[in-house]
């Protein structure tokens, strides 16, 4: 598949099909994702493939994300955060660009994916995975073959609303305190936290949102 075909054409993919996922595929994306570009060629990216029933059921019963436990392979993606450029937190850029390229190669592979960050928090998952202090759980990536291929989605802005040059020379949208963004951080930091139980309880609101996002 051409590079522009599969940017474009890349969904996330929330339905699979009851199928495994080749061994030689699960290789050949994760392959992909070392090939990404890394701050400082640090390459401290690792694999967690996640395929015990128990572990994925622990990690199902503490996410909303009413996919997961149906995807057919899940791929924890961890970048070690023992970096010296905090100022821009490379480690987590570098494991995004890891990340892109296991989607785009799942895409030309005629597999589906989609990143999760709807997790439970992080204190948690370092202990349901075993996770050290020093790498960072960066994203759970979701992947099997797709029951449907969505069509892309529309860009929000034209190139020229995007592209400035030289200064920020944008119209201003945003004009100091946003209440509203205030009050969804706080309820998701309190959502991370609540216990799996009371979480569950808050399942059809979750998915309901994250429905939104799968058309
Ligand atoms: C960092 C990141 C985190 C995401 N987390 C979730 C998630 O927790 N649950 C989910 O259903 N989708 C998640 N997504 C997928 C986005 O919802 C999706 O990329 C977006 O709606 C655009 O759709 P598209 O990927 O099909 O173009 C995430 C995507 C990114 C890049």
Same mark, same amino acid.
């Given at each position: 598949m051409d590079i522009f075909e599969a940017l474009k054409n890349r969904r996330s993919i929330r339905r699979f099909e009851d199928k495994p996922v080749p061994d030689e595929l699960v290789k050949k994306i994760i392959e992909s994702g070392q090939w990404a570009p890394s701050a400082c060629n640090r390459q401290d990216w690792k694999f967690i493939v996640i395929d015990d029933k128990e572990i994925r059921g622990q990690i199902t019963r503490n996410?909303?994300?009413?996919f997961v436990g149906k995807a057919p392979l899940l791929i924890m993606v961890l970048y070690s955060n023992r970096t010296d450029n905090l100022e821009y937190k490379d480690h987590l850029l570098s494991a995004a660009m890891a990340i892109q390229n296991m989607q785009l190669a799942a895409c030309s592979l005629g597999l589906g994916s989609c990143c999760v960050n709807?997790?439970?928090v992080k204190s948690k998952l370092r202990k349901i995975l075993n996770i050290?202090?020093?790498? #960072?759980? @960066?994203s759970l990536l979701c992947l099997g073959f797709p029951k449907s291929y969505p069509k892309p989605l529309k860009r929000k802005e034209s190139l020229d609303e995007i592209i400035c040059k030289?200064? /920020?020379? /944008?119209? @201003? #949208?945003f004009h100091g305190l946003d209440l509203k963004l205030n009050v969804k951080r706080a309820v998701r930091y309190i959502y991370y936290r609540l216990p799996a139980s009371v979480k569950k309880l808050m399942d059809p609101i979750a998915r309901k949102f994250e429905k939104r996002f799968d058309e």
């Amino acid at each position: 598949m051409d590079i522009f075909e599969a940017l474009k054409n890349r969904r996330s993919i929330r339905r699979f099909e009851d199928k495994p996922v080749p061994d030689e595929l699960v290789k050949k994306i994760i392959e992909s994702g070392q090939w990404a570009p890394s701050a400082c060629n640090r390459q401290d990216w690792k694999f967690i493939v996640i395929d015990d029933k128990e572990i994925r059921g622990q990690i199902t019963r503490n996410t909303s994300a009413y996919f997961v436990g149906k995807a057919p392979l899940l791929i924890m993606v961890l970048y070690s955060n023992r970096t010296d450029n905090l100022e821009y937190k490379d480690h987590l850029l570098s494991a995004a660009m890891a990340i892109q390229n296991m989607q785009l190669a799942a895409c030309s592979l005629g597999l589906g994916s989609c990143c999760v960050n709807n997790l439970p928090v992080k204190s948690k998952l370092r202990k349901i995975l075993n996770i050290p202090r020093h790498y #960072d759980p @960066v994203s759970l990536l979701c992947l099997g073959f797709p029951k449907s291929y969505p069509k892309p989605l529309k860009r929000k802005e034209s190139l020229d609303e995007i592209i400035c040059k030289n200064k /920020f020379d /944008f119209k @201003v #949208d945003f004009h100091g305190l946003d209440l509203k963004l205030n009050v969804k951080r706080a309820v998701r930091y309190i959502y991370y936290r609540l216990p799996a139980s009371v979480k569950k309880l808050m399942d059809p609101i979750a998915r309901k949102f994250e429905k939104r996002f799968d058309e």
